[in-house]
Structures are given as structure tokens and as C-alpha cells.
Nanobody
Framework: QVHLVESGGGLVQAGDSLRLSCVAS????????MGWFRQAPGKEREFVAS?????????YYADAVKGRFTISKDNAKNTVYLQMDSLKPEDTAVYYC?????????WGQGTQVTVSS
């Protein structure tokens, strides 16, 4: 079992930046990857970015955020980050942290990001 807690959301204007953080509970040794998803009102949850957890730094991004968002990790702090720059109104959503262990997915409670035009 992995418990995830996100923070860092808020209300910003278009063009601004935000950094989301996700702290994982202690049992992260078996985690394969961590990432971020988002869900806008009336839409399905969608992939944003991911990074391998135990080894390696290959990152993956959705086309919509490529070049604007950066995912990173600090294994010593059991924390994954999402740096979001050049935010757009269409980035408005609840952002969820995800941890994957084999075929199992764990989710945080979500943090709201609202970008005004």
C-alpha cells in the first residue's frame, strides 16, 4: 500500500507557474513509476507526466504539456514534483499523483489547479 499526498495547487493567471509536490508513504521500494494525471470538469482523467522511481530518469509527457511541464523526483524525500510553466486556462483541472506497482495503481486525493485568462 502506498499513501500519496499532493500539495501546491492554486489559482493563477495564464502564463504563471506552479509547482506541485507529491509525498509518498514509506513503502516506496516496490514502486515502479510515479506520475501525474489530471481531470477537468466533465472530462475523463488524463495522463500528464511520469518518471521511473527506483532507477533511471526517463520522463514521459502528454503532448499538451510537453515543453511547459517538468516532472522530477527526490527519492530521499519520497517526493515527486511537477513544475508547470506557461500555464494556460486549459490546464485547469484537479491534478492527481499516481504511483504504479506492477499492475496496481495508487492515487492521491488531488489538488486543484485553476488558471484564469
Amino acid at each position: 500500500q502506498v499513501h500519496l499526498v499532493e500539495s501546491g495547487g492554486g489559482l493563477v493567471q495564464a502564463g504563471d507557474s506552479l509547482r506541485l509536490s507529491c509525498v509518498a508513504s514509506a513503502r516506496t521500494v516496490a514502486v515502479d513509476s510515479m506520475g501525474w494525471f489530471r481531470q477537468a470538469p466533465g472530462k475523463e482523467r488524463e495522463f500528464v507526466a511520469s518518471i521511473p522511481w527506483r532507477s533511471g530518469f526517463s520522463t514521459y509527457y502528454a503532448d499538451a504539456v510537453k515543453g511547459r511541464f517538468t516532472i522530477s523526483k527526490d527519492n530521499a524525500k519520497n517526493t515527486v514534483y511537477l513544475q508547470m510553466d506557461s500555464l494556460k486556462p486549459e490546464d485547469t483541472a484537479v491534478y492527481y499523483c499516481n504511483a504504479r506497482l506492477g499492475s496496481d495503481d495508487y492515487w492521491g486525493q488531488g489538488t486543484q489547479v485553476t488558471v484564469s485568462s
